[in-house]
DNA sequence: TCAAAAGTGTTAGATTTACACCCATGA
DNA sequence: TCATGGGTGTAAATCTAACACTTTTGA
């Protein structure tokens, strides 16, 4: 039985910004297309949704494939569905944003795969509409970042407050006053201080907090 | 030439969740679903994107069918895929929310289609994971009217400031202070008061107030 | 010993909130 | 004349933004 068959379908595929942060900079991971039309071109990295399965499946199922990552935090930006969006076919695509941290990326997998961190503010023309779903997907990044314990996803588990600013301030694109920003951390009682110092980053050494989500979860209150 | 055929096709639709402010509530405009599966079940008004169309051209077209209405305003809220989400097939569908002003609908056109304003704390269990749409649509809308001039899609071109605070305060669902609301309306000089009067609403009368687009244009800032 | 990043409080200004009474009019 | 919705200002409290110096330590 088929309730619809007088009207058409279409090819849906998933496209997926992922971004990290390295080297101070919120960067996201672009490569050559692998496959015609557009084969060679800057591309997002995307696959076409199955029959049988969930949109956001898809979507998780894509970006395991290039990350080798599980339970990454994912969020749809939105369905991308102009006529011609695709040179070769009409294929309506539904992008989504993944944040992960740089670090637990294998990079035998990146090469593999072919894909490279560009600077966010570096990013030459891509294939298709894909500029217009990382310019989405940084909107509402910035808005989430305000107002949600996101950050997180893009540091190692422990992570000094310089870290966390320049994070923030990557993704909002200016810079913030670090005693403000310090005094606003403090009052969030699921950023903990550890009593682990991190040497890396200068002589005197910096503390490192880590995010408490199960204090998070019941404390509950984010406002950067 | 056929890029694409290995990859599954799959039935996309747009549904629209038509706001309206009305006896000093906000409504959504739903009737009772006219094919199978779930005929007769609470629903949306929607449509299929056909192979020759824009998933936004698909939405405006579904919006004027309804409501005869053109240049209405109208946003994506996102793509809803769950496999199941269709009693009947595999349909990924693509939500919409606009803003009509009640009066601008001809009565006539919505008996014909069966649809009826709805508050939208009275929202009906509606087809499908209409209800979700729903939701998420306010969500989005509640937050937008915060920071763009949206209020006035909903509204006639002539509105008191009780009318304009009336809808406010149904959108985000709470009241806000009459004297603090009329302040910050006051900085904003594209809320143009003009030297008319509105009778219907109070013996003393009220001055009508209209939105001025070039102004905002201009002058452009928002916050409520 | 000095360069480089970590860490720390205070104050002025701006914004937000709370709050109550008089006005004009038609019924 | 009175009930109804229209219209108006001020003060306290909160939040935001600006700002500079000391500490630690490895090279």
């Given at each position: 039985?088929?309730?619809?068959?007088e009207?058409?379908k279409?090819?849906v595929?998933?496209?997926?910004?992922?971004?990290?942060?390295?080297e101070?900079?919120?960067?996201?991971?672009?490569?050559?297309?692998?496959?015609?039309p557009?084969?060679g071109e800057?591309?997002?990295?995307?696959?076409?949704?199955?029959?049988?399965?969930n949109?956001d499946?898809?979507?998780?199922?894509t970006?395991k494939?290039?990350?080798?990552l599980?339970?990454l935090y994912?969020?749809?930006?939105?369905?991308?569905?102009s006529i011609d969006?695709?040179?070769?076919?009409?294929?309506i695509?539904?992008?989504?944003?993944?944040?992960?941290?740089?670090?637990?990326?294998d990079?035998?997998?990146?090469?593999?795969?072919?894909?490279?961190?560009?600077d966010?503010?570096?990013i030459?023309?891509l294939?298709?509409d894909h500029?217009?779903?990382?310019?989405q997907?940084?909107?509402?990044?910035?808005?989430k970042?305000?107002t949600a314990?996101?950050?997180?996803?893009?540091?190692p588990s422990?992570?000094?407050?310089?870290q966390?600013q320049?994070?923030?301030?990557?993704v909002i694109?200016?810079?913030?006053?670090k005693r403000?920003f310090r005094?606003?951390?403090?009052?969030m009682?699921?950023i903990?201080?550890?009593?682990?110092?991190?040497?890396k980053?200068?002589?005197r050494?910096?503390?490192?907090y880590?995010?408490n989500?199960?204090?998070?979860?019941e404390?509950?209150n984010?406002?950067l």
């Open positions: 039985m088929t309730y619809y068959k009207y058409s279409v090819w595929s998933v496209d997926v910004i992922i971004f990290g942060f390295d101070g900079k919120l960067k996201v991971l672009i490569g050559r297309r692998q496959m015609d557009g084969r800057w591309s997002l990295y995307g696959g076409f949704v199955s029959a049988d399965e949109i499946e898809a979507a998780q199922r970006l494939k290039l990350t080798g599980n339970n994912m969020r749809q930006v939105g369905a991308f569905g969006r695709d040179p070769g076919e009409r294929v695509s539904i992008a989504y944003y993944a944040l992960i941290n740089v670090k637990d990326y990079e035998k997998l990146r090469v593999e795969h072919g894909v490279e961190w560009i966010i503010n570096k030459p023309t294939y298709s500029n217009l779903m990382i310019e997907a940084l909107r509402i990044m910035r808005q970042i305000k314990p996101i950050s997180f996803r893009l540091l422990l992570f000094t407050l310089t966390l320049r994070l923030y301030e990557a694109g200016e810079e913030v006053d403000n005094k606003r951390i403090k009052e009682d699921f903990e201080k550890t009593n682990l110092i991190d040497k980053s200068s002589k050494g910096a503390a490192l880590r995010f989500t199960k204090a998070y979860n404390d509950s984010f406002k």
